[in-house]
């Protein structure tokens, strides 16, 4: 298959808003690769080199003056092995050799051939194939249901692997893929509920009313003595947090996959701040803050995947909950559990989201006993409630500021991801809720992620994800999406997101009064 067939394709897949015609572009494609084209396909149709970054910015590419080819004649197979020689070439000398190699591959291309690799190798292919529509169009391509092709992705976390079974092995092979300990599996996520007794009204009396921190998401495996940890966009940590290692190894079982969360407490046991969590993570934050080795980190733990050779993903939240308990039943690890009540009483929901917000805790999450966990989705069966609306969104751009933020990059423009796959739809602006050591930080790292520079300011590639604390939000016909902000502050910067887990422009328009 020649890299100009991808191409097309790729242009007819952003040439439109319909995820079915989406879906369509890409199966038509998948159903002509051959075995070992399906992977590199599907990684590039849905934005990824398939080998990781590969250190190429647009500096590099900016700079580059040679001509392009007048017809097409690279191979998915030859550009496959440019860039992974891209990826494993290192040590003295490299530099000139990457040069050489990435020189190489663009002399080839055509106009538009280099354009698509430019935006794949920089992380900006935004052409709407989301994870979401590839799946939809690999289950097409393969002739088999959605939502086995899910499953296995879910379980799996790799998109291009999930692809290559579900051509070659149909529906056989894709139900062979298992949980396995020590890799791990996309996180169920909760969406936003409007009211706790809204959230109880919806789900009924069947829940579990639990604490919802303002930590980071672990999940954390165990196999033995080994335990490893991830992020909740399936980073491993385990290096950079050996206590969170040593308690879980200190459990009695001899293997067990845990989801919850962690945080650093203060002597009080109250949270202290995001960035002193995220520190520990090996992230610089905003303020510029670097590791603090002294900060100790707390693992709260709500549910329980798999224990000693039994898989529990399937099974409903209550008989997690009993083995969860089990687990932690001892004195020594009592403090692990995630506080709440399952099946309260009258009042006792509304106790536990009071008690949430007297600990400096964001709010509570209620969930239905009997759901099973959905690796990857964001269902109603787990529904979180805050007393402030909060929304994650994707910085667009921002402004030269004036009077005493003269010279400082300020007012942020926001975005909210489209749920079929489109560039980020904007919805507002905000100045507020800024320190000095935020404008600092936006001046220094804006420039480095910007796709154009106009004299206003900068518009920015959508990579970095702001927490944003909202008042509601009203119709406008000022931004595409038909809905703004109302008094839009800054909360925080989220290093642990990515403009993929942003809320979308359906979550900001539930916000509209009625």
Known sequence: MLLADVVAASVRV??????????????????????????????????????????????TLASRTGPVAEKPSLTVASVVAALTELATTSGAGSAARRDAVLGALLSAATAEEERFLGSLLTGELRQGALEGVVLDAVAAAAGVQPATVRRAFMLSGRLPETAALALDGGTPALEEVRLEVERPVRPMLASPGSSLDAALADLGSDVTVEFKLDGARIQVHRDGDDVRVWTRTLREITESVPELVALVRSLPCRSAVLDGETLALDDDGRPR???????????????GMAADEGVLLSPFFFDLLHLDGRDLLDEPLDVRLDALAALLADDAHAALRMPGVRRPQAGQAAQVLDDALAGGHEGVVVKALDAPYAAGRRGKAWQKVKPVHTLDLVVLGAEWGYGRRTGSLSNIHLGARDPDGGEPVMVGKTFKG???????WQTRTFPDLARERPEWGVLLRPELVVEIAVDGAQRSTRYPGGVALRFARVLRYRPDKGAADADTIDAVRALLAP
């Not at 079915?20 to 990684?43: Q, S, W, Y």
């Not at 701040?273 to 303020?287: E, I, N, W």
């Open 14 to 59: 952003a040439a439109t808003r319909s995820r079915t015609a989406k879906a369509a572009a890409i199966a038509e494609l998948l159903r002509r690769a051959d075995a070992d084209e399906v992977r590199p396909v599907t990684a590039w149709l849905s934005g990824d080199t398939g080998q990781g970054r590969l250190g190429v910015g647009w500096r």
């Open 434 to 440: 800024m320190t000095d050591e935020l404008l600092d």
């Open 273 to 287: 701040a995001f960035q002193d969590t995220m520190s520990r993570f090996g992230s610089l934050l905003p303020d």
